[in-house]
């Protein structure tokens, strides 16, 4: 038998943009019975159950309108007659709340009027009493299917294509396949993760291809930008906002907490989060808890945080720009994701392919780079990373009027900056590492690489350990 205060967290149809591409996984229903009869409710709570779904039942309407402010579901069974009240009117203020659930109407003395009154206030449907525990499944099964239909159209709608399921980064680099390794391994878990990372080497596309190797990829996964100009903006992005006046589906902004309950919520550099934001956030992280701004009304939100940061966050908690409670919270399991200019070996590979795929979209065929082009990508030290690198070999192709990329198509600023490896003022073992990487970039055996560097293939053994590089 249900328990009356066993209140799931809440759930929600997905904001089509911000929906994940990949077909979902089945998750049960979360669902609210809501009748002043204790048998029907626990006659609808054991069917139910039965089949894997989440309930939570109400015996009058004022629970009912308290339980849809707090939590979210996606099937609400709403008895006509509540006592005093009519259970009718409750329809348009339990869908300002839940605007993606289904309402199915259930009364004792259905008639084609109180079916056109439930239908014109948002009702999906209606069962007549007495059921069958057939007809409570087809109709569970008819909710289900409408659900998964709207989470499909919803990906269409976006029109993405990419399967991020299918994600597999382009490298030879032991470091990003070693980060790539741990992130599906940590994806099967609800643990709050950090990536680390420089601008551009891809941690928001890792922390999208974890949403969708995990349980949760039938949820949103939306990503939000810690780095606003306003606190008070992002504060509505986060945790949503109080409608002014009576709540309507049109007003009512649930914010991302809300949205991505039961999914994945990304937040871009987190150390740059304003100070008055953060001890909501960490509510968020520990207890699953928000609230809105200007509302006192707590919520829940069985939300996943995948934090990304190219900033020392210890350094910014030394600093009094993080709190040391987010810091715990946040940085339980990271993951790191190296920089470009320490995996030269990936540049070819990473330029190739943006140029097939750049050449493809303008219906043009480009046989390659020239030697020279190609030692200027394996030489720039890529502050951009591999966004760096995809933009500048786009540019390259819409320019390029031959059948290879020369120096001519490279941006001028690659050319003209009049600096070696040695006027980056690096420090000398991070010139030999550079240096050493380019070198195995090239080279066509270890072999080769030695005799090209000046040293015996043990002593360039031993550097590849040094460095990782093996």
Known sequence: MPMETNLPYPSHLPDPTTISPHPPRPRPLRVLVVDDEANIRMTLGLCLEASGHEITSCANAHQAIQTVTAHA????????????????????????????????????????????????????????????PAQVQLVVRKVDQQRKLELKLGALQVGERSDWADFQPLTTSSE??????????????????????????????????????????????????????SADSLNAILFGTAPIGAPSIATINRGAAGLCDGGTLILKEIGAIPMTIQPRLVRLLRDKEYERHDDFVLRKSDVRVIATTSEDLDRSAARD??????????????????????????????????????????????????????????????????????????????????????????????????????????????????????????AKSLEAAAAILGIDPATLWRRRKQYGLD
């Open 73 to 132: 579901f996606d099937l609400i069974f709403l008895d006509v007659r509540l006592g005093v009240s009519n259970g009718l009117d409750l329809i348009p203020a339990m869908l300002a709340h839940c605007p993606w659930a289904k309402v199915i109407v259930i009364t004792a003395y259905a008639s084609a009027e109180t079916a056109m009154i439930a239908m014109d206030r948002g009702a999906a449907d209606y069962l007549p009493k007495p059921f069958t």
């Open 176 to 229: 990003m396949r070693q980060a790539v390794d741990l992130a599906r391994r940590l994806a099967t878990g609800d643990t709050t993760l950090l990536i680390r990372g420089e601008p551009g080497s891809g941690k928001e596309r890792l922390a999208r291809a974890i949403h969708a190797w995990s349980h949760r990829d039938g949820g949103a996964c939306t990503a939000v930008s810690c780095q606003t100009t």
């Open 321 to 442: 720009r993080l709190r040391s409670d987010l810091l715990l919270a946040v940085n339980i399991v990271q993951i790191e994701l190296p920089p470009l200019r320490q995996r030269l070996e990936d540049i070819r590979l990473l330029a190739d392919h943006f140029r097939d795929a750049a050449a493809r979209a303008s219906h043009r065929t480009i046989g390659g780079f020239t030697d020279d082009a190609m030692d200027v990508l394996l030489t720039h030290p890529w502050p951009g990373n591999v966004r760096e690198l995809r933009g500048v070999v786009e540019r390259a192709v819409s320019l390029c009027g031959s059948s290879r990329i020369d120096l001519e198509h490279l941006p001028p600023t690659m050319l003209c900056r009049g600096e070696s490896a040695l006027e980056n003022l690096m420090p000398l073992d991070a010139l030999e590492e550079m240096h050493i990487r380019r070198v195995l970039a090239t």
